[in-house]
């Protein structure tokens, strides 16, 4: 499909080929809802951890009879009932992260997250940034002329170079290139902004 390509004054200079096979297939929530969790899984530390009643040290005899004494059944001191006893439902650690997610999931995902942009109109091609844009000012008169305000750039090396000094003030815009494109930030920010060079080498990679 043909798409079009603006300059930094907001007017079109030309058009660009999409695939079908990335910004063409129906989104899948469940799919973009995974990889999600995932990322937001890993953003933890997850550092915090309690003894369980089977890893407090001590001995694991009963401490009274079963029966005949007037009180509650109990069988060890390292119960949670106990001072000094384990903890009953407390963290446990990093064994709560997801250790692994296949490359085939994480690749589709991107996918179905892209195709929901291009579905809501949120996606935008600008041409590759060929000098530096030196003023914030400048870049950011870009933005709201063409209602980008709250976007994610995914840029070529180069392009990113150029604008990096005068988009770093602006807020509720973020800069990543195109190997670090990823569905968390594609979902968080309204508008998704490519340079050419830049969709062009992420088709070249997925469409693999």
Do not use: C
Request: aromatic share 8%; glycine share 6%.
């Amino acid at each position: 499909m043909k798409f079009n390509v603006i300059n930094i004054d907001g007017k079109k200079v030309s058009d660009i080929e999409l695939s079908d096979k990335i910004f063409s297939i129906k989104p899948e929530k469940k799919i973009i809802k995974y990889v999600v969790d995932w990322q937001m899984n890993h953003f933890k530390q997850r550092t915090a951890k309690t003894k369980q009643k089977g890893e407090v040290k001590g001995s694991t005899a009963k401490i009274y009879a079963q029966k005949g004494t007037g009180g509650a059944r109990h069988a060890s001191r390292k119960a949670p009932l106990f001072v000094g006893g384990g903890v009953a439902h407390g963290p446990k650690g990093a064994v709560y992260k997801i250790k692994k997610i296949n490359k085939k999931m994480k690749k589709l995902s991107l996918l179905h997250a892209l195709s929901q942009k291009k579905h809501v109109n949120s996606l935008f091609v600008v041409e590759d940034f060929k000098t530096e844009v030196l003023k914030t000012k400048s870049f950011n008169n870009f933005l709201i002329k063409n209602n980008l305000i709250n976007s994610l750039i995914i840029s070529d090396k180069s392009s990113k170079l150029k604008i990096i000094k005068s988009t770093r003030n602006i807020p509720n815009l973020k800069i990543v290139e195109e190997e670090g494109a990823n569905v968390y930030d594609i979902l968080k920010y309204k508008n998704v902004i490519f340079t050419s060079s830049s969709i062009k080498s992420l088709q070249n990679r997925l469409v693999k």
